[in-house]
C-alpha cells in the first residue's frame, strides 16, 4: 500500500509538471501571432521545431528506456549502477556532440537544403539545442531512477520559465527599448531579426538546463563497457523505429508542407497559419495527456481484478464523456479562443473541429492501447503508428497542393479514424472488452448534432450567439446528467398493493 502510495505522489508531480510546462509553452503561441505579424515567420517556427521533435528521437534511439530496462535487470549495485549510467550517458552524449559538430560545420549546407540559406545559424542553433535535449534525457532519467520527482519537475519548469522569459525579452522589451532607448541593448540587439530571438531563448533555456544537471552527470566513477554498450543497442534500437513512427505521423505534415506546397513564396505564410491554429486546439491534447499520466499506471494495477474489463470500459465512457465536453466548450466559445491569435491567423480558424475531432480520436486510441499493452503484444502498437504515418503522408503529398492546410488537418483526422479502427478489431480478438458503443455513440451523435446546431445557426450580435451556443453545450451536460446520474431523475410515483 505504501509503495502504491509513492506511485501516485510520484506520479501526480511529473503528470503536474508536464502539464504544466506544456500549457506554458502553450501560452506562448499567442505571443508569437501577436508579434510575428507575417505568418511565415512562425511558419519557420512550425517547419523546424517539426525537425527537430523528430531529430531528439533519433538522438536519444531509446536508450532512455534501454537504461531503466539494464539498470533494473543488473543486481543492485552501486558499482553496476554507474557501469549502466557511464554507460548511456557516454553513448548518447558522443552521438549527440557529433550531431552537433556536424550542424556547426555543414548549417550553411543543411540550412540551404531545407530553404534557410539566408539563415544558416537557425540550423546550427537547434543543432545543438537538440543535441543538449537528448544528452540531457539520461541525467533526468538518472533523476526518476533515484526517485527525485521534485528536483526532476523544478529543472523541467525552469527550462520553461527561462524559455518564456527570454522570448517575451527579445520579442517584447527589446523592441520597446529600442525605440526609447537604444543604447541600453544596441550592443547585441538586432531590431530585424524577429523569429531568430525564439531559437536563441531556446538555446539560452536549454543550456541553464544542461549546466544545472551537471552535478548529476558526475555522479560516480566513470565506468563505461562496451560489450554492455551492445546488448543495450539490440534492446533500443528496435525502439527507435517505435519512436520514428509515433513522431512522424505527428509531424510529418510541417515538415513536408514546404516541400509540397505548390507556390513557395506561400507556403510559408500557409505553414504559419496551419500551425498557430492547430496550438490552439492542443487544450484537447493537455486534457489526454494529463489522463495517460493517471490511467498508464492504473491499468497494470487493476489487470489482477475480476472486474478489470469493466473498469476499463467505464473509463473509457467516462473519458469519451469528457472530451466531448472539452470540443464542444472550444467550439462554442471559439469566437473567444480566436483572439488568442493575431488577425493575419485566423482565416485558419476553420480547421480547429477537425483538428479537436482528430485529438479526441487520438485518445481514445490511447484507451483502447491498453490491450497490446496488457497481453505483451507492442509490436501491434508499431504497426498501427506506421499505418497512420502513411495514411497521414499520402494524404497530404496528394491534397496539399489542391487545399493547403486544409488537407494536413484532414490527414490528421483520417489517420487517427484508421488507428482507432484497427486497435479495436484487433483489440477485441485478443483481449476482448465490452465497450458501450451504442453510449458512446449516443454521445458522439449527440455532439454531432449539437455542432451542426452551432455552425447552422447563427446571430448578428456575438452575445446572442455565444448564450445561444452556452445553451447548446448545456444540453449536453443535461442529457449526459440524466442518463449517468439516476438521482437526478424524478421518481416514479406506483400505487401502493392493497
Known amino acids: 500500500m505504501a509503495g502504491l502510495k509513492k506511485l501516485a505522489q510520484e506520479t501526480a508531480i511529473y ?4 502539464i504544466l510546462g506544456r500549457f506554458l509553452n502553450w501560452c506562448l503561441v499567442p505571443l508569437y501571432s501577436y508579434v510575428l505579424v507575417d505568418s511565415s515567420d512562425y511558419g519557420i517556427v512550425t517547419n523546424l521545431y517539426a525537425w527537430t521533435a523528430l531529430v531528439v528521437i533519433i538522438l536519444t534511439y531509446g536508450m532512455e528506456t534501454g537504461y531503466f530496462r539494464f539498470i533494473n535487470k543488473q543486481p543492485k549495485h552501486e558499482q553496476t549502477d554507474n557501469k549502466v549510467y557511464s554507460t548511456t550517458l557516454t553513448s548518447v552524449g558522443a552521438t549527440s556532440l557529433l550531431f552537433s ?41 538518472y533523476l526518476r531512477y533515484k526517485n527525485k520527482p521534485i528536483v526532476f519537475a523544478s529543472l523541467k519548469l525552469v527550462m520553461i520559465f527561462v524559455n518564456i522569459i527570454f522570448n517575451i525579452f527579445f520579442l517584447v522589451i527589446c523592441p520597446k527599448l529600442a525605440v526609447s532607448n537604444p543604447e541600453l541593448i544596441d550592443w547585441f540587439y538586432v531590431p530585424n531579426y524577429g523569429v531568430g530571438y525564439i531559437f536563441v531563448a531556446n538555446l539560452i533555456s536549454t543550456t541553464a538546463v544542461t549546466l544545472a544537471l551537471m552535478p548529476y552527470v558526475f555522479v560516480g566513477k566513470w565506468n563505461f563497457d562496451k560489450t554492455l554498450l551492445r546488448s543495450m543497442l539490440k534492446y533500443s534500437l528496435p525502439l527507435l523505429l517505435l ?16 516541400m509540397v506546397y505548390p507556390n513557395p513564396a506561400e507556403a510559408m505564410h500557409e505553414l504559419g497559419i496551419y500551425g498557430a491554429c492547430f496550438k490552439v486546439a492542443m487544450v484537447m491534447m493537455m486534457f489526454t495527456y494529463a489522463f495517460r499520466f493517471a490511467y498508464e499506471p492504473f491499468i497494470f494495477a487493476k489487470n489482477s481484478d475480476a472486474d478489470s474489463k469493466a473498469t476499463y470500459s467505464n473509463a473509457m465512457k467516462y473519458f469519451v464523456i469528457t472530451t466531448l465536453f472539452i470540443f464542444l466548450i472550444i467550439i462554442a466559445y471559439i469566437d473567444i479562443f480566436k483572439l488568442l491569435l493575431g488577425p493575419q491567423y485566423r482565416e485558419g480558424i476553420r480547421i480547429i473541429p477537425i483538428v479537436l475531432m482528430a485529438y479526441f480520436l487520438q485518445g481514445v486510441m490511447y484507451n483502447l492501447s491498453l490491450w497490446y499493452k496488457l497481453v505483451d503484444k507492442t509490436m501491434f502498437g508499431a504497426w498501427f503508428s506506421l499505418i497512420g504515418f502513411i495514411v497521414t503522408l499520402v494524404i497530404n503529398i496528394v491534397f496539399i497542393p489542391i487545399y493547403s492546410y486544409m488537407a494536413s488537418a484532414w490527414a490528421a483526422l483520417v489517420s487517427a479514424v484508421v488507428m482507432v479502427v484497427l486497435s479495436y478489431v484487433f483489440g477485441q480478438k485478443y483481449y476482448p472488452i465490452h465497450y458501450k458503443l451504442k453510449t458512446l455513440g449516443l454521445y458522439f451523435g449527440l455532439t454531432m448534432l449539437l455542432l451542426a446546431a452551432m455552425y447552422l445557426v447563427s446571430f448578428e450580435w456575438p452575445v446572442v450567439n455565444i448564450l445561444y451556443r452556452t445553451i447548446l453545450v448545456a444540453i449536453y451536460v443535461a442529457i449526459v446528467a440524466w442518463r449517468e446520474l439516476p438521482l437526478l431523475r424524478p421518481k416514479r410515483v406506483t400505487k401502493a398493493n392493497t
Open 15 to 18: 503528470g503536474v509538471s508536464s
Open 101 to 141: 559538430i556536424i550542424c556547426i560545420v555543414f548549417g550553411p549546407q543543411i540550412a540551404a537544403s531545407l530553404g534557410y540559406a539566408s539563415h544558416p545559424e537557425f540550423i546550427q542553433m537547434l543543432g545543438v539545442v537538440v543535441s543538449m535535449d537528448a544528452f540531457d534525457s539520461i541525467p533526468f532519467s
Open 243 to 258: 519512436g520514428v513512427a509515433g513522431i512522424m505521423n505527428q509531424t510529418i505534415d510541417k515538415i513536408i508542407f514546404p
